[in-house]
């Protein structure tokens, strides 16, 4: 039997600095219920005796994908000014702006939520937090109308402002990059006495807003925060079926605390990255009826020797897995 599949926490910083505000309330049964689940996991994988992914697995995919698709990026960049929020998966340096841009990128497309992230910023002024959080829910409807699922997305960007400035007096977040309020552009700078926050306490915060769920929370720790975090979207949950790197019976959010646990640190950036681009550019891996090639169908033949029926089986439940993911859903499944 392999051993159980557990980490050490992260070092408990000193709980002196005032900047990380108020306790989050825990009135909302879905905020117990989300800490309450990452709790669960954030030693311990859901699934203590599924064996993997091994770190040689996840290097050899890592590998495989890295020279199938040389153009993404493997290594993790430096979160910019100059990005798009919604394009990039919250790779920008103020962390409020990183939150609300993945969440405009939730259940739509990479084109989409970057129109409404500029419709965003053309109405109110880019990062003026303040006026969105007092405009009128329908003029931020209007303003990202673009990105599908306004309405639903607005109200959740208005509650998350209201909740923050609530919470700590501002409408910032950049304690958690344990960087001044004002120090938005300061990168990995960190400010002398400043709290850092572990990456347990860091995606506790952001969770314990209402509409943030776990995908998104770890995409602003791994794209902005620049920590170790392995986010699982659509097409990370489907390949990792094709592998068989999660059970059957795994949903995205126990996919994601188990591969969390044991996906390398120093992978966890490019694979999540390759495993994207992967999913959205092959054809052949998205359907059992597709003759198109796949370079990870082939090297689960070759590498593990796995049979063609069952290969066609674990395509036909990703492309069904697939299919129901991407139909249009209401934010709060990402809750």
């Known amino acids: 039997m392999p051993p159980r599949i557990k980490r050490p926490r992260s070092p408990t910083p000193s709980l002196g600095d005032s900047t990380a505000g108020p306790a989050p309330s825990s009135s909302s049964p879905n905020k117990a219920k989300k800490l309450k689940l990452l709790a669960s996991h954030a030693v311990a994988s859901p699934f203590p005796d599924f064996p993997h992914p091994t770190p040689t697995e996840a290097a050899q995919v890592h590998a495989l994908l890295s020279s199938t698709h040389p153009d993404l990026a493997a290594r993790p960049r430096v979160p910019s000014e100059s990005n798009d929020s919604a394009r990039?998966?919250?790779s920008v340096p103020n962390v409020l702006e990183?939150?609300?841009g993945t969440i405009l990128s939730q259940n739509t497309s990479s084109r989409n939520s970057t129109a409404a992230k500029r419709g965003l910023d053309a109405a109110f002024g880019r990062n003026n937090f303040a006026a969105i959080a007092a405009a009128k829910k329908a003029d931020v409807v209007e303003a990202i109308k673009t990105g599908g699922l306004a309405n639903k997305k607005a109200?959740?960007?208005?509650?998350?402002?209201e909740e923050v400035h609530r919470r700590h007096g501002t409408y910032s977040l950049q304690h958690l990059a344990g960087v001044a309020a004002s120090d938005v552009k300061g990168k990995s700078k960190v400010e002398e006495g400043a709290q850092v926050f572990s990456n347990e306490e860091a995606m506790e915060e952001l969770v314990s807003y209402d509409g943030v769920g776990p995908k998104t929370a770890s995409c602003v720790l791994l794209f902005c925060l620049g920590r170790s975090s392995f986010p699982v979207d659509t097409h990370v949950f489907r390949l990792s079926?094709?592998?068989?790197?999660v059970p059957q019976k795994a949903d995205r959010v126990t996919a994601q605390a188990h591969l969390d646990l044991t996906i390398p640190d120093g992978l966890k950036y490019g694979l999540h990255v390759l495993m994207v681009g992967h999913g959205r550019r092959c054809k052949g891996c998205k359907g059992s009826g597709s003759k198109e090639a796949c370079v990870l169908k082939t090297w689960l033949r070759e590498k593990r020797g796995a049979k063609e029926e069952e290969l066609e089986a674990k395509i036909e439940d990703a492309e069904r897995l697939y299919m129901l993911e991407a139909s249009p859903v209401p934010v709060k499944a990402e809750e």
């Not at 109200?155 to 402002?161: A, E, P, R, S």
């Not at 079926?241 to 790197?245: E, K, S, Y």
Request: proline share 0%; net charge positive; charged share 10%.
């Open 88 to 90: 990039t998966c919250g």
């Open 98 to 100: 990183s939150l609300i």
């Open 155 to 161: 109200g959740v960007i208005q509650k998350i402002l």
């Open 241 to 245: 079926r094709l592998l068989g790197w």
